[in-house]
């Protein structure tokens, strides 16, 4: 009876390592031990961390038993690729600590992890462009990559796959295509090419809105005592409403999402919500994050906050929480716009 409280008492339940044996009871409803009956009387978040070899991770009983526990409400992660505990190599790794505790603090900060993304291509961009002078210098901002980077593992979390153009150096949430660039121009090529198979596109990023005109092939000497001569800029284009044309044009498929965001202040022309809105209505994008930017606010941080506009007027406001929370109710914006009865219709765009 003790045992049963514990589930009943809990704000969490993490079982690391999950066996295919234990995958197999909990999804039967056994209670025969302290950690089945645990699981049965856990009204809380359940997370499962699996690991077996790669044939018991694959077999058809343990799929089955996988689908039952995420129909149950059940996060079951995919485990990890790797070294298994004989001289095999394959997936049903345990997930690395720091992942299975990243989704822990998830479900306890109050975020969900339906498995609602799996078959879905989700395109992020994250991370602050670098725009080349010479061979050692950029043209650079503020921007982390910490949001573009929460989305892209949060929706790899949810089922979907994901790629994340990025140039951060965070590292690589599990089961995310990275894919590496530097500039705003590398980062339209990369993010329209996958953007050609896409349900989503989440642009995170922070693209410099102009580079270097002229790039020096070596470094730029400090002559002593002239003045540096002034850096000529160019404009860059913009990605976002580049995804705009591209799905005008068919190059983007017509139903996918675009989501863009944008970090404001209040000033004497408008508050935060009308430049979002403004801008939300002159990208052409379907969703818009807008972010309220101050010092020591947004940039680097862990938490943020903000609205979640939508371009038939809807707005959602998220208080701040942790980039991991923002990036699931983003998600679920996303989700929300693929279950309307028209999806993301001609009429709905400004494009
Ligand atoms: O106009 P603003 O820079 O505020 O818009 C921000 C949004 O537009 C972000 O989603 C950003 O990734 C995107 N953007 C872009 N290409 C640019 C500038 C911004 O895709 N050159």
């Not at 690391?16 to 645990?38: C, F, N, V, W």
């Not at 991770?57 to 689908?67: G, I, K, L, S, Y």
Request: aromatic content about 2%; some cysteine.
């Amino acid at each position: 009876d003790v045992y049963k409280r514990q589930g009943q008492r809990a704000d969490l339940v993490v079982v690391a390592p999950a066996t295919a044996d234990l995958l197999a009871r909990a999804a039967s409803g056994r209670a025969d031990d302290l950690l089945t009956s645990t699981l049965l009387t856990a009204r809380c978040p359940v997370l499962l961390a699996p690991a077996m070899h790669t044939e018991m991770w694959e077999h058809p009983a343990t799929r089955r038993n996988v689908d039952t526990l995420r129909g149950d409400g059940i996060h079951v992660m995919p485990p990890a690729w790797g070294r298994l505990t004989g001289a095999d190599t394959g997936a049903g790794r345990l997930p690395e600590p720091a992942d299975i505790a990243r989704l822990a603090r998830l479900l306890l900060d109050g975020g969900s992890l339906p498995w609602d993304l799996a078959g879905k291509n989700v395109v992020v961009t994250s991370g602050g462009t670098r725009e080349e002078i010479d061979p050692v210098r950029f043209l650079g901002n503020r921007s982390s990559g910490k949001q573009g980077h929460a989305i892209a593992a949060v929706a790899a979390a949810r089922g979907a796959r994901v790629t994340l153009v990025t140039s951060s150096d965070l590292p690589t949430p599990p089961a995310v295509e990275a894919v590496h660039i530097e500039s705003a121009l590398e980062m339209r090529e990369r993010t329209l090419r996958a953007a050609a198979h896409a349900d989503v596109v989440i642009k995170a990023a922070a693209v410099a809105d102009f580079r270097p005109a002229d790039v020096a092939d070596s470094k730029l000497k400090k002559d002593s005592g002239s003045e540096p001569t002034g850096i000529r800029l160019v404009r860059n284009p913009d990605i976002l409403a580049d995804l705009v044309a591209a799905r005008g044009s068919g190059d983007v498929p017509a139903d996918c999402v675009l989501v863009g965001f944008a970090a404001e202040t209040g000033d004497s022309s408008g508050t935060v919500l009308e430049h979002g809105r403004a801008k939300l209505a002159r990208k052409g994008c379907d969703l818009l994050v807008v972010n309220e930017v101050g010092r020591g606010t947004t940039f680097g941080e862990d938490v943020n906050g903000g609205w979640i506009l939508d371009s038939s007027g809807g707005e959602v406001l998220v208080d701040r929480a942790s980039k991991d929370v923002l990036a699931g109710r983003i998600l679920d914006a996303v989700a929300a716009m693929w279950s309307r009865p028209s999806g993301v219709s001609a009429a709905d765009r400004t494009d």
